[in-house]
């Protein structure tokens, strides 16, 4: 069964820097189409990076130049190095995975399948 459980979120303050890691199991990250939604409340699933099995990355305007989106393959293992943080970046970020092409779509949540339960990411003043 895939799994997909994301760690690493914490408190940060603006400018800061955080990585957050997302593990996969029951799908392999090389052969995945990988990538990181956010949700603050009250508002929809955005999609913030993704990457493709050949390591083609996509990213929301609103973080190009400030966040990172890899992933080690060895480990079966997504990351999302994230820096110059800004107020707005301090939401829930969730891992997803899809393995099938047609219709998709790079930054949109309905193109995943699979998901994570989310790792939250909190402003400190």
């Known amino acids: 069964q895939v799994q997909l459980v994301e760690s690493g979120g914490a408190s940060v303050q603006t400018g800061g820097s955080l990585r957050i890691s997302c593990l996969a199991s029951?799908?392999?990250?090389?052969?995945?189409?990988m990538g990181w939604f956010r949700q603050a409340p009250g508002k929809g699933r955005e999609g913030v990076a993704t990457i493709s099995p050949i390591r083609t990355t996509y990213y929301h305007d609103s973080v190009k130049g400030r966040f990172t989106i890899s992933r080690d393959n060895a480990d079966n293992t997504l990351f999302l190095q994230m820096t110059r943080l800004k107020p707005e970046d301090t939401v829930v970020y969730y891992c997803a995975a899809e393995v099938l092409t047609r219709g998709f779509s790079w930054l949109s949540p309905s193109s995943f399948s699979y998901w994570g339960e989310g790792t939250q990411v909190t402003f400190s003043s």
């Open positions: 029951g799908i392999s990250t090389s052969d995945a189409y």
